[in-house]
Structures are given as structure tokens and as C-alpha cells.
């Protein structure tokens, strides 16, 4: 769940936090609380505003893992950021380790959580996050095959058939791909503990990747820890087979969700009153049918432009050949549902795309230029994020081997009515990483390098049930319209935890990164992160969990607020209203000197 950010303008202090233990030493230095651009790190800042860092050499590869092989450094570099307690002293103050998403993705969007919390905790608590091994400010997993790309999270990929090249400049440079494995960045997460930190009882926070880094940190059982919080399960380890998260589902779980979405707006009298006949969700299927049939329709044409922009990853290897505008729309109608204020938009574009009238093609073609725009804006801290760690980690770890065939993975996103993934163009990418001997991977020729695979073999934790610690417990938090990190993996890992200290608390309608108490405020409070700050401040002690906000939740809501109306649409009626683009500065008047991309 997204927690908004109260900005903390008092110094925090910054006196060395000496740990109980420390083998080796390293250097604390002052840092801002914020990493302001993506050129310039935390670590070159003005050093005034209260905040530390310190980057520290860890192995390579841990025992049991892989094998420094000769004459490669057996060290890499893992960047730690720390907001030392401003009440009381550190040295003795409760920690909270802050787990960012992904994987591929640095801690420089956790920055303004770990301040915000800090503060709802009174400053008595020291924060940490750290840019797990192959991103942002440690060792960034990399080669020089990488291409530019326009995308809002990655910087660059590397295409299939450029994989053979990255996989030889690995090979030399790190040897086995298991040195930036979940497990080695979970080694490290509990290894600094131990070695870095003053050895007090400690609440780890993990969000989406971070789940499942957390779940793997369980495993290792630092002592430290006294609790757990995932938040937005990505991970299902230690489940069924059958109910195993594997990445290759996505498409299918996203549909699962969409559904439950369009039944929640059929209740919504305004909305059934559009679509009577058929109902939203038939009238999604007979839109998929229609652009299918009659692909030169003004609509489907309009949809279809969605993939002259870039395909769901942002990549260009694989999907950016012509797709049918029934792809399209599929994509573009997940994109707007992974948005708890976007999703409200979906009704009123399947109705005019059903009309297709000459009035809605303006506005038609600006939802398509805004579901373009949310896929290449670029972010501040994009040259920290590593594509390449995200597809080695889910490849390795998230993919059904052997893989199944593109005609099946391309079945599954047929088989639903919307999805902002589509698996099945990721195929050929998967099979350049694992060149893996298979039905599938044999049709291509991108696997057939002199290398060794951009994998590692699964280890002794992957899909083993982790057993909560004595002296830990363990909360889940999940929204049941996320469609990214769906409810039912927090159920399935719920399951399959070893232990009954542990708690599920599930929001009816909230989408991943979303429980504000007062829709549409962007200074609402919000019931995740009161969540939150409740379990840390009871030391992770379920019973004294105040869930009181959870009732507090506003109902499901699908009335669109004026702004999104005139700024995103450009009228004034949902349903009905004509395109106008002066709206869009009634709306946002500080955007008056600039000029509409539609103009």
C-alpha cells in the first residue's frame, strides 16, 4: 500500500551506532535524506541533512551458494543508507529495515517512506534500507550489450540477441549468477545485521520483491528480527505447485482479478445502467471480438497505436512487432486498473470504444497517449535500476521450467479480458538467459552462444516453507484488486508459513500501493502505514495490532473526480462530454505555460 510523505525538516542526528559485534569496520558518513537525482548518489550530496551511508565489501559468493572462480575479485560493494533515532539514544534504539521492490529496483523510492515513518514513530527508531546487490549504489549488475530504452522504471536491456555478448562479459567478470541471487542478497541483509547494526530487536518491512527477499530472510533467521511485514505479496515459496507464484501466471492472475473488478462495477448502479445488455465484462468480449474481426475500425486503429510506443516491460526485443489492437486493449485496460483512481476511467472507455462514435476519437486517442505516457516517464532514480538483475532473478527463479510454449503463455493473456503484462512476449528472452534445451527454447537461435546461462540454479530455500522464527511474528498485508502482487499469493504464503504466530489483513478493493482514508487526498492518511507504525510500536506483538483503521476504509468507489476528468480525458462528462483541451489547464493551472501533447 502507498504511504504518502510528510517531508522531515529537522536534522536528524548522526552518531555512529556501534553494533554489538562487528567483525569488520566500516565507515559512516553523512549523507541527505533524500538522493536528489539520479546523476548525483547519496553519497555526494551536501552531507548537511541528516542522514548516513557507508558502502561495505561483501563476498561474491557466500559459501554453499556459487565459487569465486580464480582470478575473479571475490568481493562486491553493497551500498547501506541509515536514519539514525533523533529521540533518545541509536545506540540503543529499535531498528526498521525497509526492503524495496523489483527485483532490479534501488532503494531511492523508499527514501521518503523510511522518512515518513521515521517521524510517525517519534524519531525513536533508527531506519535502514539497502540497495541489494546488483543495484543502484552496490555493485549495479550490467554489460556493455545494454540498449537504451524508454521506459518509466529501466534504464536499458539487453535484447535476445545481444544476451550471447552480456553472457561472456558476466561470465568473466562474476562467474555463477547465483553471487546475485535473492539468497545472496538476503546473506547480506543478515550478515550486516549482525556485523553492522547494535544488535536491538528489529522489524524488517518488505514490499512487492521485497516480500520475497523478506521471506528468504526468514530462512536465514537473524536474531534480530522480531517481526516481519509483507506488504503486497510477491511470493508464494513453500505453496503447492499448483499455487506456486511463477512469473510465467501472471497474465492469468491479472485476469482473475479484472474480473473481480468488473463484477464489483456491475453493482454500481450509474455504471449498469451504461451497460445493460451486456453487462462491462460482455462488452469487453465483444470489443475483443469486433477489433479482432474488423482490425481497420477508427477504434481499433486508435487502440492499437498503444504498441507504437513500447511493449509492458519496456523493452524492444520481443512485442514491438505489430500486435492485434485486441492486444491493445487488453494491456491499455490493465494499465488503467492498476491505478486505484485510473481504474474508475475503464467504464466510460469501453463505452464510447463501443460506440466509437466520431466525437470520442480525441478522447480515445488521449487515454491511449496517457497509458503511453505512464509507460515511459521517465523516473528520477532510473540509471540505480538494473533490468538485467530482474531478469536474471526471474528467470531464475519465477519462470516455469521447462517453458512453456509461446502459444501457451500467449493463450493465457487471450484468455483474460485485461492484463499490463503479456508473458508470452518475454519468451524469447527467457529462452537467450537460460539456454535452456526444450521444445519451446529450441526454435530459437538466441540461446545458442559459447557462455555460460545468465541463471542460477534454484537453491535449498526456493519453494521450501519458511519456519517463523520464536521469536518473530509475521504480518501480511494485501489488497484483493491488486492484480501485480495478487491476494491469493498472500493466502497460498500464509499456507504454506510454518508456525501460527502470523496475521493476513486484507483490503476489499485497494490496488498494490493504495489505502488512503480519504480517496483522492493526496495527504490522506493511510491505513497501511498506520498498519505499520502500530506493529513496530508493539514490538511486532499481534495481539496489541490496532486494526481499528481497516474498518475505517472507505467503500468501493468509482465516481471520477473532476481533475481526472478534464485533466486526463479532457471533458467534462464521463459518458458523453466533448472533447476539450483547454480543460486540462482548468485543471492543472500551473501547467498553463505548457503546451497539450495534443496540440
Given at each position: ?154 534504464g536499458s536491456d539487453v535484447e535476445a540477441p545481444n544476451v550471447g555478448k552480456c553472457a561472456k562479459e558476466l561470465n568473466s567478470k562474476y562467474g555463477d549468477m547465483a ?145 492485434p489492437a485486441s492486444f491493445a486493449l487488453r494491456y491499455a485496460l490493465g494499465m488503467l486498473l492498476s491505478d486505484s483512481e485510473m481504474r474508475k476511467l475503464i467504464p ?216 481526472y476528468l478534464n485533466g486526463y480525458l479532457f471533458t467534462d462528462e464521463a459518458y458523453d462530454g466533448i472533447y476539450n483541451a483547454s480543460l486540462y489547464f482548468e485543471a ?12
Open positions: 500500500m502507498q504511504f504518502y510523505h510528510v517531508i522531515l525538516l529537522a536534522a536528524i542526528a548522526t552518531a555512529p551506532i556501534t553494533a554489538k559485534s562487528n567483525k569488520t569496520f566500516i565507515q559512516w558518513k553523512s549523507c541527505p535524506l533524500y538522493t536528489v537525482t539520479s546523476e548525483t548518489p547519496a553519497s555526494s550530496g551536501s552531507g548537511s541533512a541528516g542522514a548516513e551511508y557507508a558502502t561495505y565489501n561483501a563476498p561474491l559468493c557466500y559459501p554453499g551458494l556459487c565459487e569465486t572462480p580464480v582470478g575473479i575479485d571475490s568481493t562486491i560493494e553493497v551500498f547501506v543508507k541509515r536514519y539514525p533515532a533523533t529521540t533518545g539514544n541509536p545506540k540503543t534504539a529499535r531498528n526498521v529495515w525497509l526492503l524495496e521492490g523489483g527485483p532490479g529496483t534501488s532503494t531511492v523510492p523508499m527514501e521518503s517512506t523510511a522518512v515518513d515513518l521515521q517521524t510517525k514513530l517519534g524519531g525513536s527508531f533508527n531506519m535502514y534500507l539497502m540497495d541489494h546487490r546488483g543495484t543502484g549504489r552496490s555493485t549495479r549488475l550490467s554489460c556493455s550489450a545494454e540498449t537504451k530504452l524508454n521506459s518509466s522504471l529501466w553471487s546475485f541471487s535473492t539468497t545472496s542478497a538476503a546473506k547480506d541483509v543478515a550478515t550486516f545485521m549482525g556485523e553492522h547494526t547494535n544488535g536491538e530487536d528489529t522489524i524488517v518491512f518488505g514490499w512487492s520483491y521485497g516480500t520475497m527477499l523478506g521471506e528468504r530472510l526468514m530462512h536465514l533467521d537473524p536474531p534480530e528480527v522480531t517481526g516481519y511485514v509483507l506488504d503486497g505479496v510477491f511470493t508464494s515459496m513453500g505453496a503447492r505447485t499448483s499455487e506456486f507464484q511463477y512469473y510465467t501466471n501472471s497474465d492469468t492472475d491479472f485476469g482473475e482479478v479484472a474480473d473481480r473488478f468488473l463484477a464489483m462495477c456491475q453493482k454500481d448502479k450509474k455504471i449498469a445502467t451504461r451497460f445493460k445488455k451486456k453487462g462491462l465484462a460482455g462488452t469487453i468480449k465483444h470489443l475483443i471480438t469486433q477489433f479482432d474481426k474488423d482490425p481497420e475500425s477508427p477504434c481499433a486503429v486508435i487502440t492499437s497505436t498503444l504498441y507504437n510506443s513500447t511493449d509492458s516491460t519496456g523493452s524492444t526485443s520481443n512485442a514491438t512487432e505489430a500486435q466510460p472507455v469501453v463505452y464510447r470504444l463501443n460506440r466509437c462514435a466520431d466525437k470520442a476519437l480525441d478522447i480515445l486517442n488521449r487515454v491511449i497517449q496517457v497509458v503511453q505516457e505512464s509507460m515511459t516517464t521517465k523516473v528520477e532514480d532510473e540509471t540505480y535500476q538494473s533490468l538485467l538483475l530482474y531478469n536474471v532473478i526471474t528467470y531464475s527463479e519465477m519462470w516455469e521450467m521447462p517453458s512453456p510454449s509461446v502459444e501457451t503463455l500467449k493463450k493465457r493473456f487471450t484468455d483474460v479480458l485485461m492484463s499490463d503484462t503479456g508473458v508470452y512476449s518475454s519468451t524469447e528472452l527467457y529462452c537467450a538467459y537460460s539456454k535452456e534445451k526444450s521444445r519451446t527454447c529450441n526454435q530459437f537461435q538466441t540461446g545458442k552462444y559459447d557462455a555460460d546461462s545468465v541463471i542460477y540454479d534454484r537453491d535449498e530455500y526456493w519453494n521450501k516453507s519458511a519456519v517463523i522464527p520464536t521469536q518473530a511474528s509475521i504480518l501480511l498485508l494485501s489488497g484483493m484488486l491488486d492484480g501485480r502482487t495478487t491476494h491469493k499469493n498472500a493466502e497460498f504464503l500464509l499456507g504454506a508459513l510454518q508456525g501460527d504466530n502470523k496475521e493476513l489483513v486484507a483490503f476489499e478493493h485497494v490496488t498494490i500501493m493504495s489505502t488512503p482514508l480519504i480517496p483522492g487526498d493526496p495527504e490522506s492518511p493511510h491505513c497501511g502505514m498506520e498498519l505499520l507504525v502500530s506493529y513496530i510500536k508493539n514490538g511486532g506483538n499481534l495481539k496489541k495490532l490496532d486494526k481499528s483503521c481497516v474498518k475505517k476504509m472507505p467503500p468501493f468507489n468509482m465516481t471520477i473526480t473532476t481533475e492543472y493551472p500551473m501547467q498553463s505555460g505548457e503546451q497539450s501533447g495534443d496540440q
